[in-house]
């Protein structure tokens, strides 16, 4: 399937105003990318393979498919943090404020502060955030989208920064439970042995059945040109002040998840803000492998840069290898 660059009002809805201005940098190498990704999507088979790429600058935009849902799991955590942020800057939430976390606050695995408790009961918003942001703790996902309304609000600020293309519809808690065909979470599953140990106790048909579901479930997901939007907003300076910008994007930098996707695949003196997410794999079957994020390139230019992979055979390795291949191609491409 020969990969186009996707229309300017396409762009333009995506990704806001300011992607009216001409780039000033070298174009895309879009043969390049054409060919380049349709082979890394063949290796990639019998998984569905997004690779979509965005000139900061001047909004020029390359993908594959850029309007095709896929699972985010994680990567969902940059919006929550854009959207507490953005309660931060409006005054109606601190930083500092305290919270103290009950038996039904927690969440499923991956979660260290679901698996610590009650050792440690009380956190800050702030550090909240950056368990959710950087660690990909679900438990402080889930208790950041309670504080500031639940996935509703948070859909909501996404539409009204003109956001769209990317579904917030469920709590971790929810979603993690359903989309491994289990009942509702309980508090006594925090722990990975513990919630291995009930998923493993089901039918399997049920589970199997339910994984599948997942993989084509409209629910939690995200569409490339969705996921760029973002990213430029954000990057632009667009979403939030610029403390609270740098804050989130330095959260994103920090993140030691995630290294063998993106982050393999820069060019020397380049520089990723990025979020991760991973479902794991049941019955041989990885229903989302995904990194997206913002580079920095060594001269300055900024790009956007989104990879969704779902329904990999593969190993862990060779699906990250796959991400980090497709950051090399961009960054050949942008040379």
Request: hydrophobic share 45%; proline share 6%; with cysteine.
């Amino acid at each position: 399937m020969r990969m186009l660059l996707l229309s300017a009002v396409l762009i333009l809805v995506a990704c806001g105003p300011n992607e009216e201005t001409v780039a000033k940098t070298p174009p895309l190498d879009v043969k390049l990318l054409d060919k380049e990704i349709t082979l890394l999507a063949e290796r990639a088979a019998p998984a569905r393979l997004e690779v979509a790429v965005q000139n900061i600058e001047g909004g020029e935009m390359w993908a594959r498919n850029a309007v095709q849902a896929f699972p985010m799991q994680s990567v969902f955590k940059a919006p929550l943090g854009a959207a507490v942020l953005a309660e931060v800057d409006a005054g109606r939430l601190s930083l500092d404020e305290v919270l103290t976390l009950e038996d039904m606050d927690l969440s499923p695995p991956y979660s260290p502060i679901a698996a610590a408790w009650p050792g440690r009961a009380t956190y800050t918003v702030g550090e909240l955030l950056e368990r959710a942001v950087s660690d990909s703790d679900n438990t402080a996902a889930d208790v950041l989208m309670r504080r500031i309304g639940g996935p509703g609000v948070l859909k909501a600020w996404m539409v009204d920064n003109g956001i769209t293309g990317i579904r917030v519809d469920r709590y971790e808690r929810e979603l993690q439970t359903e989309a491994a065909g289990m009942p509702s979470f309980r508090p006594s599953w925090r722990t990975s042995a513990e919630f291995g140990k009930a998923w493993n106790a089901l039918p399997e048909a049920g589970r199997r059945a339910a994984w599948a579901a997942y993989m084509e479930d409209p629910r939690d997901t995200a569409t490339a040109s969705g996921a760029l939007g973002f990213l430029n907003k954000l990057s632009s300076g667009q979403l939030l002040s610029p403390a609270s910008t740098t804050r989130l994007l330095k959260l994103m930098t920090d993140t030691p998840r995630g290294d063998t996707r993106l982050k393999a695949g820069l060019p020397p003196g380049a520089t990723l803000a990025h979020k991760p997410g991973s479902s794991g794999e049941n019955f041989g079957i990885t229903a989302a492998t995904n990194d997206i994020g913002i580079v920095t390139l060594k001269d300055g230019r900024k790009y956007a840069v989104v990879v969704f992979l779902s329904g990999s055979t593969a190993d862990q390795a060779a699906q990250d290898a796959i991400i980090a291949d497709a950051m090399r191609i961009i960054a050949r491409a942008a040379d």
